[in-house]
Structures are given as structure tokens and as C-alpha cells.
């Protein structure tokens, strides 16, 4: 059985008798205690041996009590023993190298353990799991909820609403958690017993959801410990890791989730260009190439496209011709640009991104990929923001793709989960007051008749500040038709006036909320079942300029999501700008490899 260690050497404070009975209490499940820190030393003989008496004492009692009893059997490891399915601590992982610099005691999950009466399955994991970490926070660094925390509580709502799994609802937490997804400025402290106690049962629900929603043997114990990073790691010792572990039931996590499987099959094909040294820097242009040209700097592109495997043989002229200008239009397509053919200087400076770079960026989005919904059932709305692209799934079948306008930088779209549950035609726009401080008030000082000329109207005032809406009509922001699923950040899906901003390849221009490329393609979609509302009436309702509210008998999941690297329709691997900068930030969390 694994070792309890309890290390004081932080506090350098006496143990309470509380702390010392959950202590022994806790002996059912470790075959040792090592006591370390400045107290124990401070102890006079008479005491200490008070304190030996009382462990081995009940050590002796515990043993006995296992000795013929059967040990609770790891779900999705071949192992029979208790001690063989507990992960040994890492004690290399301190604060310089771990990804949070947030830890735990483990004293404080052995009393969470005793006062939510954790079964001893769960526990064992829990143990496992944070000894793998060090007992580092998962959920929370200093700043706040991690991404993976956004992932798992996203998944989470998923399987609590939609897939009616009865196991993980919690009204207390998802109060907590509602709370938490929604603070802007969050100080995490390690010692405050609200976190803690947040973290302990994120992680509890995390190891539940595992353990009830994957076919045993998909999901290995120590992988499964491994899903939240838990600390700095060399790029392509990472992904050697994951390319080259084998198991012995081959049976592995992709096999269960498709885009996390064609992500990771890139994955090895960019590693193998790394070990060979990666691809040519082009260099030399200044303007814009296209069919005809010749230049040094040509050669360069073929070689690099050829690489990639964008540009087929082993073309080296210095001629832009028809076979270069066909791989060129494929790499846009990868690269999220219209596929022109010409090659811009943009374009080049995606194609002299360092190819360990693209390694790094694989291992995140596969990350990513963990906290989907593996099989999802009905309709589902996904929105990638990176990728300006809204998806429609049924089931595991695309029905279809829409261009959105997402959130532009200082005005991020948040990634979070809802249920689209209703549909406004002519809405007004109720203008935040965030807006009407910073945009709309200087507008009225300097132009007296600012709001008639916008078609905007004052009904009251809120906090000091004028509450301002917009009416119906084509001026409005909202456009004809806005999209409800209630959220925490006031975000929602609607048309827009501004329909140039489709035409362009990165669409980052909103104040946070979503913008449709075809709203009424999406409102002819949703209410396709209720035959009240026909393609005609739609249409009327949309341009009647009476706001209009219709509910949907059911509603419809959205998930909002950050992959900047994915594999799309065609099998080929995508990338686009990290546009609000969570690339970097879980970069610099994840790796030791400086870029």
C-alpha cells in the first residue's frame, strides 16, 4: 500500500487532535505514515510516543481488518491490488515547474474525504490522482479557473442535461461554479476552504464522469490523471509520449474520440518532421507572388510546401507554376485564407511558424479535444472562435457550417456551454451600459441628436448612467433576429447590418456576442419541427419590426470552443492565430521548452 506523507514544514505548527484522528482514520488506506516537519521534533519523548502508539496501534487494527477483506479492483487497469492502482508522488513538482502554482495538504482531501463520505473507489482515485500532482491544484491557479476547468465544466452541463446523468448533479456546486465562470478578476488562495472544497468535488465529479461514461480499458488510470497538465514538460518528450505508449489491451482514448484520433495522427507526422529538422525559413519577399513569377524565393516555397506534404514531387525550379499555385490554395485553405493561389506576405509568415511551434500547438488542441462530448446525441451547435465558424451536428453527422463574427481582442468571447432555448424576431437591442459609458455617452455630449439619428431611445436611467435601447428595424445592431441561450456573460447569437465583415478572412470585429452570416437559414433550422413557423412566416416575423418572442419545444445545446489546430472534412490538419492569446498562456503553463 502507498505512504501518507503529512509535511508541516510549511506551517511548522502542532498537529490538532481533529487532524491527528483523521490521520489514523485514514491508516484503512495506507500501509504507512511518514510524519515530517519542525513539530514532530519539538515533541518531548513522553509525547511522541503517545503519538507512535496511537499509529501503530491502529495500523495493527487496519491490516487486520484488510487482511480478509477484497480490495476495491481499478475499473480500467489489469491490476488487482489496491497499492499497485495508487500513483506514487511526484515529489519532483514544486511551484518552479508545476502548472499551477497552487497546493494542496494532503490532510485537507482526507477530511474532505470523511465529511462528504467519499466511497473508498473514489477516494483511491482522488489519491492517485493528486499524488500524481503533487497535491497541486488542477481546477485553480492563482488567476482563477483554469482552461481545463472551462473544458470539464462545459462536458459537465453537457452530461447533466442532455445525457441525464443523475450521478453529478449538484446544486451547490453548480452554484459555485456559475459564480466562478462568470467572476472577471478572480484571487485564488490556496488556504481558503471554499476553493478547496471546489476543487476536491471538481475533481470527485471528474473522476465519476470518467469512470461511468468510457467502455473500461479507453481510459487508462494513470492517462486519466494525466488529462489536466500537471507540470512543465519538454514539447517532444510529450509527444513522443503520446505517440509511442503502447497498451497492452490496444486499446486507446482516440478510439473512442474521432477528432482527438486525427489530431494525433498529425501529430506524428509533424514530430517526424521536427526529428528531421524541421522546415526552410522563405525569405526574400516583399510583395505579393503569383503564377508566373520567378524567384529564388519559389524554390524555397515548393521545398517547404513539399514538406507538408501541400505540394506532391520534388519540384526545385524557381517557377511559380500551376502545380505550386494548386498547393498553395490548399495551404490557405489550412490556414483559414481564401484560397487565391497568390502568396502574400502573411501567408509566408504562417509558413516560417518553426514546425515545433505546430508540435506544441497539436498537443493543446488535443487537450482541448479531451472535453467534448464523445458521442453526442441529438442536435448540437458548436462554435469555434478561432476558426470564425459555427458548426451543426446531429448526432455525429455535420448538417452545417455558418461563418460567424466572434468577440475582437479586449472584447473576448468567453468559451462556455449553453441551451439555445428561444428566438427573437425584431428585437430591440438593449444597449450594455459597459457600451453606453465608453461609446454612446461621448456621442451624445458632442450630437444632441445622436440617439434619433441611430434609432435609439432613452427608457430610464440605471446606476447614474442613461439605459438606452435601439428599436427594430435595418439599423439596428442586432440585426432582424437574435438567438437566446442564457448565460452568464450575456452572450448571445444575432444578425447584423454589417454583412461586409463576412467577406473577410479573420472576422474578430463583435463586442463579445455572435454574429450569423445566414441567421435565417439558422431560425428556418431550429423551428423546422414546429409547423406553426413556415419559411414564409419567418421571414415576415423578421421584418414586421414588432419584437417577437418564440420558444423552442427543445432546446438546443451550444458549446462555444477555442481550437486554433484541428483535422477538418478533407483530412487536412488546420491552424489558425491564437486571437485572445490562450495559446500562449497555456503554453507557458505546459512546457519548459522555450519558443
Known amino acids: 500500500m502507498p505512504s501518507l506523507v503529512i509535511d508541516y514544514n510549511q506551517t511548522q505548527k502542532f498537529p490538532t487532535f481533529p487532524e491527528l484522528f483523521t490521520l489514523m482514520g485514514s491508516l484503512t488506506h495506507y500501509g504507512r505514515v511518514i510524519l515530517k516537519g519542525m513539530w514532530f521534533v519539538q515533541l518531548n519523548n513522553m509525547k511522541r510516543f503517545i503519538v507512535y502508539a496511537a499509529i501503530l496501534g491502529n495500523l495493527f487494527a487496519s491490516c487486520q481488518s484488510n487482511a480478509g477483506g477484497d ?24 511551484p518552479s515547474n508545476s502548472y499551477s502554482s497552487l497546493f494542496l495538504d494532503s490532510m485537507q482531501m482526507e477530511n474532505f474525504f470523511k465529511e462528504k463520505k467519499i466511497s473508498d473507489s473514489v477516494s483511491r482515485r482522488m489519491r492517485s490522482f493528486y499524488n500524481t ?47 466562478l465562470v462568470a467572476e472577471e478578476d478572480l484571487s485564488v488562495s490556496a488556504s481558503n476552504k471554499s476553493f478547496i472544497n471546489t476543487e476536491l468535488t471538481l475533481t470527485q465529479h471528474f473522476i465519476m464522469y470518467m469512470l461511468n461514461n468510457f467502455d473500461k480499458g479507453y481510459v487508462k488510470r494513470k492517462e486519466m490523471e494525466r488529462f489536466i497538465p500537471y507540470k512543465k514538460q519538454d514539447i ?16 486507446y482514448f482516440e478510439d473512442v474520440n474521432e477528432p482527438y484520433k486525427l489530431l494525433k495522427v498529425k501529430l506524428g507526422q509533424y514530430y517526424n518532421i521536427a526529428k528531421a529538422g524541421g522546415w526552410p525559413q522563405v525569405t526574400g519577399v516583399t510583395k505579393t507572388l503569383k503564377k508566373g513569377t520567378s524567384s529564388p524565393a ?14 506532391a514531387g520534388h519540384d526545385t525550379s524557381q517557377v511559380f507554376n500551376d502545380t505550386l499555385e494548386n498547393a498553395v490554395r490548399i495551404y490557405q485553405a489550412r490556414m483559414g485564407y481564401t484560397p487565391t493561389g497568390t502568396v502574400t506576405t502573411g501567408l509566408i509568415k504562417d509558413m516560417n511558424v518553426p514546425v515545433l511551434k505546430r508540435v506544441e500547438q497539436i498537443l493543446m488542441n488535443m487537450g482541448r479535444m479531451r472535453w467534448m462530448p464523445t458521442t453526442p ?4 451547435i458548436v462554435v469555434n472562435i478561432p476558426e470564425f465558424v459555427l458548426h451543426v451536428y446531429e448526432g455525429k453527422k455535420k448538417a452545417f457550417d455558418m461563418n460567424v463574427v466572434v468577440g475582437k481582442e479586449g472584447h473576448n468571447t468567453m468559451m462556455f456551454s449553453g441551451d439555445l432555448n428561444q428566438i427573437v424576431f425584431s428585437p430591440y437591442w438593449n444597449v450594455p451600459q459597459s457600451i453606453v459609458e465608453k461609446e454612446i455617452l461621448p456621442k451624445m455630449t458632442s450630437n444632441p441628436d445622436y440617439l434619433a439619428s441611430q434609432n435609439m431611445e432613452q427608457v430610464g436611467t440605471e446606476d447614474g448612467l442613461p439605459k438606452i435601447r435601439q428599436l427594430p428595424g435595418e439599423k439596428n445592431s442586432l440585426g432582424r433576429v437574435k438567438f437566446l441561450f442564457p448565460n452568464s456573460f450575456n452572450i448571445y447569437f444575432h444578425d447584423t447590418p454589417a454583412k461586409s465583415l463576412f467577406d473577410k478572412d479573420k472576422r474578430a470585429y463583435s463586442h463579445g456576442c455572435i454574429r450569423l452570416s445566414d441567421p435565417e437559414k439558422m431560425a428556418n433550422y431550429l423551428l423546422k419541427d414546429n409547423s406553426e413557423w413556415t419559411p414564409e412566416k419567418i421571414n415576415e416575423a423578421m421584418y414586421s419590426g414588432t419584437e417577437k418572442f418564440v420558444k423552442l419545444k427543445k432546446p438546443v445545446p451550444v458549446v462555444i470552443t477555442y481550437y486554433t489546430s484541428w483535422v477538418d472534412d478533407n483530412g487536412r490538419i488546420n491552424f489558425r492565430d491564437d486571437i485572445y492569446s490562450h495559446d500562449q498562456k497555456l503554453a507557458d503553463k505546459m512546457f519548459s521548452t522555450a519558443l
Open 298 to 311: 519559389v524554390a524555397l516555397i515548393k521545398k517547404r510546401l513539399q514538406i507538408t506534404g501541400d505540394m
Open 71 to 94: 480490495t476495491v479492483k481499478d475499473n480500467n487497469d489489469d491490476k488487482s491490488s489496491g497499492q499497485k492502482n495508487v500513483s506514487k508522488r511526484d515529489l519532483s513538482i514544486n
Open 377 to 380: 446525441s441529438g442536435q448540437l
Open 236 to 251: 517532444m518528450q510529450v509527444a513522443d509520449s503520446l505517440l509511442n505508449k503502447k497498451h497492452k489491451d490496444n486499446k
Open 133 to 179: 500532482r503533487n497535491y497541486q491544484f488542477a481546477w485553480f491557479s492563482k488567476d482563477g479557473l483554469t482552461e481545463q476547468a472551462l473544458g470539464f465544466w462545459n462536458l459537465h452541463e453537457y452530461a447533466t442535461t442532455y445525457e441525464n446523468d443523475t450521478l453529478l448533479r449538484d446544486k451547490a456546486l453548480q452554484k459555485r461554479m456559475d459564480a
